[in-house]
């Protein structure tokens, strides 16, 4: 089996004989084939898809010397070879985020037979919970946007796409096809699934682990450790004391109750720079024209995504980031009287708005070097934006009135996605003077590059607060804390960020187990019998 790249056609239909023109080889030769890849090459006066192309071939020796053609890798996930000190009591994975569903899963089918903690509800519950919250306002603190089955990415896009190289990325991709998304997240350069699908994804995965032994405690929140010798020892959940001595914490970018708790209990950590900033929103009609052109109505590349980043002159860095095509700006509170919103998308992206962060890193030159102090930076900004709306309603301006100062008093074209209600607002007053600046010289210099950014009635709603952990527990070269037995993996702990890196690093927590213990004597009896 040979891996051949840069194999471009207009449709799919042509794969075969483009690949047979590029081989220089008969039709007869080729045995058969697969896409592993497909992308879109928009730099010529002709839109082409770039395939890369799995294939078999009589001879395929004769084609090796090819600069796009080599051997093609085994990407088949191996499980890591068992440890052999004895555990004593079953791990536990708490957060039910990527993260934890893949540290979970690689656990459960190693026979390890994970117990899951999740503070907030199984996601049929939690959906319901969520949609109260964004009809009514209504918000349950231990069960929303942030916290339940799924975390923070079952309510996005159901992005899928990340530069790491890590050979584990099939694994997660090729497991949530099996839970039951579209095969197509296997070939798409930029794959997504969607909150609507992600939600029965979710549902098959955790079926799945209880097939193999596992067991799920849903609104059971983990309240304090004991430890003894440095060691994990004991963990309480809600009121309940129980033995574990092996601990994955995968706890979300937003369980700050947990972090602080885990920091009084000894566990090392240290401030992580995060960024902080908006929701800009635009028609998706306009996102198509202004970045597809002439081919603004083809239905092979609509919607249009777009990607934008900017250096200001104070060293700021502002990008967008978790674009969301035919999405919606939506309430992502998890705490009362603080303001967080956020985007998602259906898996159709169908909606009539397209919406994207819009963000400026942030570090200690902002808010300080004490341990928390950007945390509380954040939860500052939070407080402040929900009390310059109100009642969970977004902070809303037109993105040309927060570069003149003055509060908006009428829309434009773009209608707001949110659910809640908006107050107009100048964002000026919200946001630090440098954050200010920052934001202002990318919205010139992203109007300059892509005309009509900020003056086809674009829309910026705050506040962006929870891209990333403020925080990152520190961890050593087997991805134990200081206190061993506690594994912090995901973006909750300041490793990841989106839900393929997420499900890389539980996956790299769940491992980091496997490889030191193998399994208890009762697991192995219930397994074999």
């Not at 319901?128 to 799924?150: A, I, M, R, S, Y």
């Not at 929140?221 to 601990?247: H, S, V």
């Not at 010139?444 to 990333?468: M, N």
Request: include cysteine; charged fraction near 25%; hydrophobic fraction near 35%.
């Amino acid at each position: 089996m040979i891996r051949v790249f840069q194999v471009k056609c207009a449709y799919e239909n042509e794969v075969e004989a483009q690949l047979i023109k590029k081989l220089h080889i008969k039709k007869e030769d080729l045995l058969g084939y697969t896409i592993h890849r497909r992308s879109v090459d928009a730099r010529h006066q002709k839109v082409l898809f770039s395939y890369v192309i799995d294939c078999s071939l009589k001879n395929e020796k004769k084609v090796l010397k090819h600069k796009d053609v080599q051997p093609c890798p085994d990407e088949t996930y191996h499980f890591v070879s068992s440890g052999t000190r004895i555990m004593n009591t079953r791990p536990v994975v708490v957060g039910f985020g990527p993260a934890g569903m893949f540290a979970s899963l690689i656990l459960a089918e190693a026979g390890y037979q994970p117990i899951v903690v999740e503070r907030g509800s199984m996601v049929s519950l939690r959906k319901e919970k969520v949609d109260t919250f964004w009809q009514t306002g209504k918000l349950d603190p231990e069960c929303n946007v942030q916290f339940g089955e799924g975390g923070a990415g079952a309510f996005s896009d159901g992005k899928l796409t990340t530069r790491s190289k890590d050979s584990r990325a099939r694994k997660v991709l090729e497991e949530l096809v099996d839970f039951g998304a579209k095969e197509d997240i296997l070939i798409d350069a930029h794959p997504h699934i969607g909150t609507d699908a992600f939600l029965k994804i979710i549902e098959n995965c955790r079926k799945k682990i209880i097939d193999l032994g596992g067991t799920f405690y849903f609104d059971t929140c983990l309240k304090d450790i004991k430890t003894k010798q440095n060691k994990l020892a004991e963990i309480k959940i809600n009121d309940t004391w129980i033995p574990c001595e092996n601990m994955i914490l995968t706890i979300g970018h937003s369980a700050t109750d947990t972090i602080r708790m885990l920091h009084q209990n000894g566990v090392m950590m240290e401030n992580k720079p995060y960024a902080i900033g908006v929701r800009i929103e635009h028609k998706q009609e306009y996102i198509n024209r202004a970045m597809l052109k002439d081919y603004a109505t083809d239905p092979r590349l609509i919607p249009a995504r777009y990607q934008l980043t900017h250096t200001a002159s104070n060293n700021k860095g502002v990008y967008t980031f978790c674009m969301c095509p035919g999405g919606y700006v939506i309430p992502s509170s998890s705490s009362k009287e603080k303001l967080v919103v956020n985007g998602m998308s259906y898996a159709s992206r169908s909606g009539e708005n397209a919406n994207s962060a819009l963000l400026v890193q942030v570090n200690e030159e902002d808010y300080g070097n004490e341990l928390f102090a950007g945390l509380q930076y954040q939860e500052d900004l939070e407080i402040k934006a929900y009390h310059m709306a109100g009642d969970y309603k977004v902070c809303l301006q037109l993105a040309k009135d927060y570069l003149e100062n003055k509060v908006s008093v009428r829309l434009d074209d773009v209608k707001p996605t949110y659910a809640l209600g908006y107050q107009f607002v100048d964002l000026n007053e919200l946001f630090d003077p440098a954050i200010n600046q920052a934001l202002h010289e990318a919205l010139i210099v992203f109007e300059k590059r892509v005309p009509g950014f900020v003056s086809e009635g674009a829309l910026l709603s705050a506040v962006e607060s929870r891209s990333s952990s403020s925080v990152r527990i520190i961890r050593d070269h087997d991805l134990q804390s200081n206190i061993q037995g506690i594994y912090p993996g995901g973006e909750g702990a300041g490793y990841a960020g989106g839900i393929m890196t997420s499900a890389i690093d539980g996956i790299k927590c769940a491992e980091s187990i496997i490889c030191r213990y193998q399994k208890h004597d009762t697991m192995k009896q219930k397994t074999e019998g």
